[in-house]
């Protein structure tokens, strides 16, 4: 079983959707939780980091943060073409080093 | 404020070549870090750099070495290149060392994509 668990899509929703992306992890370890996003021929651009369990906005992004059942998610609200990209979930613990999941693909079409 | 720069951004060799990849890291940041990110995965940490000591390794054997430099520029070379090495090789800087990405995120670079033949 690997360290984190993020399905990898892809996942096509309309223009304007709700969009959840998810992960899971095994290590009770990891306090600090991040979220990639990935444009195709690009490197990884940090999106939101959260520390522990609980929820933290900016702007159409929210990021939610279950440690009771190792479980994180990445809302994207009002979703655009834009947003179309791999979402890759990042967490680590006493550690400098994030464990990375393999990444979403995301699909958003006019 | 630069970003982060890599060079080449392509590069195609033959099994048992060895290559070098470039890294200027972002203004001001003392640590860099390289990662291999293979088709549909993740990035896979290979090793960290902090004031040009190695300070951090991941599962990668000892034929993936770097250097990083004082003006916090870095390498990665890579000795008897196998198949399954071809990735996109990613280069991040942050701030410190031994600090938590909480505090210190990643600043990637848009990576090289090495092709082993």
């Known amino acids: 079983q690997k360290e984190v668990e993020q399905d990898p899509g892809p996942l096509s929703v309309p223009e304007g959707a709700i969009v959840s992306l998810n992960c899971t992890y095994s290590n009770s370890a990891f306090q600090y939780f991040m979220w990639y996003r990935q444009y195709s021929r690009k490197g990884p651009e940090l999106l939101m980091y959260t520390y522990s369990s609980g929820n933290k906005e900016d702007g159409r992004f929210t990021a939610q943060v279950d440690k009771s059942s190792k479980y994180i998610s990445l809302f994207i609200r009002d979703s655009q073409p834009s947003d179309s990209a791999t979402y890759l979930c990042a967490m680590t613990g006493g550690s400098y080093i994030p464990t990375f999941g393999r990444g979403t693909s995301l699909i958003v079409h006019p | 404020e630069t970003g982060v720069t890599q060079s080449p951004t392509h590069l195609i060799k033959t099994r048992g070549q060895q290559v070098t990849l470039r890294c200027s890291s972002q203004s001001g940041h003392n640590t860099v870090s390289w990662y291999q990110q293979a088709l549909g995965q993740g990035p896979q940490f290979i090793f960290q750099?902090?004031?040009?000591?190695?300070?951090g390794r991941g599962n990668f054997p000892p034929r993936f070495s770097g250097l990083q430099f004082p003006n916090y520029s870095s390498e990665l070379n890579v000795n008897a290149l196998e198949l399954d090495d071809s990735a996109l090789y990613l280069c991040?800087?942050?701030?410190?060392?031994?600090?938590?990405?909480?505090?210190?995120?990643?600043?990637f670079g848009n990576g090289t994509r090495l092709t082993v033949t």
């Open positions: 750099y902090y004031r040009e000591e190695e300070n």
């Open positions: 991040a800087s942050s701030l410190a060392g031994g600090a938590s990405s909480y505090n210190s995120p990643l600043h």
